[in-house]
T-cell receptor, first 116, second 116 residues
Framework: NAGVMQNPRHLVRRRGQEARLRCSPM?????VYWYRQLPEEGLKFMVY????????ESGMPKERFSAEFPKEGPSILRIQQVVRGDSAAYFC??????????????FGEGSRLTVL | AQTVTQSQPEMSVQEAETVTLSCTYD???????LFWYKQPPSRQMILVIR??????QNATENRFSVNFQKAAKSFSLKISDSQLGDTAMYFC?????????????FGKGTHLIIQP
């Protein structure tokens, strides 16, 4: 059973460009979380999605950032007009129905975004 | 809102020694989970151990055990017979039972170094 798959693992963008990060959850998982990790920091919650629904985006900046989890295909975290402060590792995690799970999230290996 | 505090930014011990990493949290919830995650240099987030708040018995996984003090809101991790491969960042994390909308709340981490 494949784990959570994230790509690209590394992405370099110049200021003002767009970054797209993809996440395929574990098979059978319908809930996806995105976290951001700045250097020397813990992971900070950004957004929680189910298929075709954003459940909680309270941790995501209102401007330039968006996320989706379509019926078919991976979840995508999109950052428009990137700035240097967006440089970070972005982690995706998935879980089965939270009402039935044991609280554990399964993490991908992260996507490291570097903005020049 | 929940908070997780790890007061030790870095710790260093000799191989084969026992080390304890501290974690405190703050919540008004009664049903929740606590976790310790390990992040080695590869940056993959690896679950080390999980504790359900309603269980009084401390969780144990081989060389890893926790000291869960619910009244004190303390959740420390003990690593026995430490090994070089234990060198990593360790994050304490909290989740509301049933899968809170914001998933896991992480502490800032403790960098554990095992010296040969």
């Amino acid at each position: 059973n494949a784990g959570v798959m994230q790509n690209p693992r590394h992405l370099v963008r110049r200021r003002g460009q767009e970054a797209r990060l993809r996440c395929s959850p574990m098979k059978g998982h319908s809930h996806v979380y995105w976290y951001r990790q700045l250097p020397e920091e813990g992971l900070k919650f950004m957004v929680y999605l189910q298929k075709e629904n954003i459940i909680d985006e309270s941790g995501m900046p209102k401007e330039r950032f968006s996320a989706e989890f379509p019926k078919e295909g991976p979840s995508i975290l999109r950052i428009q007009q990137v700035v240097r402060g967006d440089s970070a590792a972005y982690f995706c995690a998935s879980s089965p129905n939270p009402g039935q799970n044991t609280g554990e999230l399964f993490f991908g290996e992260g996507s490291r975004l570097t903005v020049l | 809102a929940q908070t997780v505090t790890q007061s030790q930014p870095e710790m260093s011990v000799q191989e084969a020694e026992t080390v304890t990493l501290s974690c405190t949290y703050d919540t008004s919830e009664n049903n929740y989970y606590l976790f310790w995650y390990k992040q080695p240099p590869s940056r993959q987030m690896i679950l080390v151990i999980r504790q359900e708040a309603y269980k009084q018995q401390n969780a144990t996984e081989n060389r890893f055990s926790v000291n869960f003090q619910k009244a004190a809101k303390s959740f420390s991790l003990k690593i026995s017979d430490s090994q070089l491969g234990d060198t990593a960042m360790y994050f304490c994390a909290f989740m509301i039972g049933g899968g809170g909308a914001d998933g896991l709340t992480f502490g800032k981490g403790t960098h554990l170094i095992i010296q040969p």
